[in-house]
């Protein structure tokens, strides 16, 4: 799994980045997964050739691998409920994103996996097994 979270790293945006979107908002901002008119249409020509640029980018086999999430806690927990099973064994770090820390002890607490988390070294800031 890639994220990239630009929302959330990148302010303030370059001049073009506000002027695409305005331009998309008014042009093509249609609901791309409802409807047939033409701004649905517009919006659904954009995302799939969105989605194939990224697929190039990354090297993905196929565009239809590559998904589009609202934000980090809904990518996490996709990724989560999507690949964990019954009596998996989850390592992960002491300070990770609460997205990711939350959903585990969840899991974790209700029996499903079982949990080992790891601390960082206070000098180096590594975590180490």
């Known amino acids: 799994m890639i994220y990239l979270d630009n929302a959330a790293t990148s302010w303030p945006k370059p001049e073009s980045v506000y002027l695409a979107m305005d331009k998309f908002l008014r042009e093509q901002g249609g609901n ?24 190039c980018f990354f090297g993905a086999p196929e565009a239809r691998q ?3 999430t609202l934000n980090c806690t809904d990518a996490l927990n996709l990724g989560l409920k999507g690949l964990l099973q019954p009596g998996d064994h989850v390592i992960t770090d002491t300070i990770g994103h609460n ?4 959903p585990l002890h969840k899991l974790e607490r209700q029996g499903m996996i079982s ?15």
């Open 99 to 102: 997205s990711l820390a939350r």
């Open 32 to 55: 791309p997964g409802l409807g047939g008119h033409s701004m649905a249409m517009a919006a659904r020509k954009v995302i799939e050739a969105t989605r194939w640029l990224a697929a």
């Open 115 to 129: 949990v080992t988390r790891l601390s960082p070294a206070l000098e180096a800031g590594v975590v180490t097994a």
């Open 66 to 68: 590559i998904i589009f």
